[in-house]
């Protein structure tokens, strides 16, 4: 397998999981707010329905995939095609699992999608950052070895 399959698979995957836990905790912020579990269903379904909203969230990360580096307007455009893409997704899985019934219940499952974006981005951007902040740290004690 090469490295451009790896890294998709390790990108969805990373994705998933953080996905899932967001979609988790934006759902259990819902239920405290509203009175009920906005993904519906049974509550031995509920996490499976969380696994499959975590997945429906993550396929579409590999939008992010380039093969060199994009410029800034090639980056905003996946950025909304990313998210249109998504709203898509979780909007269809909603309705044919009965979410909502009318256009209100589309706009809050719409408002939640969209805090699960926001968080995800959140702690993505957090992570990215650590690492960056790793590695140059490795950088500069390699380019201290080196005088």
């Known amino acids: 397998m090469n490295n451009d399959y790896k890294f998709i698979i ?3 995957i990373s994705q ?3 996905i899932t836990v967001c979609v988790m905790f934006v759902t259990a912020i819902l239920d405290l707010v509203t009175g009920n579990v906005a993904l519906g269903g049974s509550e031995k379904a509920y996490p499976w329905i969380a696994m ?5 969230g993550a396929l579409p990360s590999v939008l ?12 905003y455009r996946r950025v909304a095609m990313h998210f249109a893409l998504i709203e898509v ?34 702690f993505t951007m957090l ?14 004690e390699f380019n201290a070895d080196e005088e």
């Open 64 to 75: 992010f995939f380039f093969r060199e580096e994009p410029t800034k307007f090639q980056f």
């Open 10 to 12: 390790k990108l969805i």
């Open 89 to 122: 997704l979780i909007l269809i899985e909603g309705a044919v699992l009965n979410w909502y019934s009318n256009f209100s219940g589309a706009l809050l499952i719409f408002t939640a999608i969209l805090a699960v974006y926001l968080l995800v981005w959140f």
């Open 127 to 140: 992570l990215n950052k650590n690492a960056a902040d790793g590695i140059n740290k490795a950088l500069q």
């Open 16 to 18: 998933f999981f953080m």
């Open 52 to 56: 499959l909203t975590g997945l429906a």
